[in-house]
């Protein structure tokens, strides 16, 4: 599904915690220094730092900590997003619990859900439409960018609300990869699930991370506000 560069800059100095086959990166500010978390899903292909490597140039990044679950295959399912479910549920699955590892720490950190924002492109943005089904811990906001629920036509039954939750959803109208329509109804099941979301389609077939959509992101993550 993924095949363009995503994001470029000069990439932050991971510091990778590595698990059997996943890793967790973190980037950004210091945890002393945060008051935020970004939790960022790659794509197919990609490696942890290319969310990170657009947002670390918007000001609300001195003050976030980003933490990126990845895939040592740079996958984390094989089969297409739109086939049927069971083809990927198993990888899909291990990945929702790096996610669910990613909360995990930040809380440990003293970072509660509601300072925590879930983003991912593409193939990441997939997963992180499946985490805001899966009933795991709630982010104060998530942006999906280029990414649908798997298998739409058939989606999983949601196991929580969304209510008022702030999501952006973001893509080309001619993205080879993902159609806008699936975009749409990734939106559509989302906003029956309460959540708030802001569509933004671009008149593009760039499989890409654009600035605007960083942009986008870093309101979300500002959106937040400090700890109290």
Same mark, same amino acid.
């Given at each position: 599904?993924?095949? +363009?560069?995503?994001?470029?800059?000069? @990439? *932050?100095? /991971?510091?990778?915690?590595?698990?059997?086959?996943?890793?967790?990166?973190?980037?950004?500010?210091?945890?002393?220094?945060?008051?935020?978390?970004? =939790?960022?899903?790659?794509?197919?292909?990609?490696?942890?730092?290319?969310? /990170?490597?657009?947002?670390?140039?918007? /000001?609300?990044?001195?003050?976030?900590?980003?933490?990126?679950?990845?895939?040592?295959?740079?996958?984390?399912?094989?089969?297409?997003?739109?086939?049927?479910? &069971?083809?990927? +549920?198993?990888?899909?699955?291990?990945?929702?619990?790096? %996610?669910?590892?990613?909360?995990?720490?930040?809380?440990?950190?003293? %970072?509660?859900?509601?300072? %925590?924002?879930?983003?991912?492109?593409?193939?990441?943005?997939?997963?992180? &439409?499946?985490?805001?089904?899966?009933?795991?811990?709630?982010?104060? @906001?998530?942006?999906?960018?280029?990414?649908?629920?798997?298998?739409?036509?058939?989606?999983?039954? *949601?196991?929580?609300?969304?209510?008022?939750?702030?999501?952006?959803?973001?893509?080309?109208?001619?993205?080879?990869? $993902? *159609?806008? +329509?699936?975009?749409? +109804?990734?939106?559509? $099941?989302?906003?029956?699930?309460?959540?708030?979301?802001?569509?933004? %389609?671009? *008149?593009?077939?760039?499989?890409?991370?654009?600035?605007?959509?960083?942009? $986008?992101?870093?309101?979300?993550?500002?959106? =937040?506000?400090?700890?109290?």
């Amino acid at each position: 599904m993924d095949s +363009a560069h995503s994001a470029r800059g000069t @990439a *932050p100095t /991971p510091m990778p915690a590595v698990m059997a086959g996943y890793g967790l990166a973190e980037y950004g500010a210091s945890w002393s220094d945060s008051d935020r978390v970004l =939790v960022t899903v790659h794509g197919r292909d990609r490696t942890s730092d290319e969310l /990170p490597i657009g947002f670390v140039s918007h /000001p609300v990044s001195r003050v976030t900590r980003i933490l990126a679950p990845h895939a040592n295959s740079k996958s984390w399912y094989d089969s297409r997003y739109d086939a049927p479910r &069971a083809e990927n +549920a198993d990888q899909v699955n291990v990945g929702l619990g790096k %996610i669910a590892a990613a909360f995990a720490l930040a809380g440990e950190k003293g %970072i509660p859900t509601s300072k %925590i924002v879930l983003a991912g492109f593409s193939q990441g943005g997939c997963m992180v &439409a499946e985490y805001l089904l899966s009933g795991a811990q709630r982010p104060a @906001a998530a942006a999906i960018f280029t990414g649908s629920v798997l298998d739409i036509a058939h989606p999983r039954q *949601p196991t929580a609300g969304l209510a008022g939750m702030p999501v952006v959803l973001s893509g080309g109208d001619a993205d080879p990869w $993902l *159609p806008a +329509a699936d975009l749409r +109804a990734t939106g559509t $099941l989302l906003e029956a699930l309460g959540a708030d979301v802001r569509f933004q %389609i671009f *008149p593009d077939g760039d499989h890409v991370v654009r600035s605007q959509e960083m942009s $986008l992101l870093g309101e979300l993550v500002q959106g =937040v506000g400090p700890r109290t």
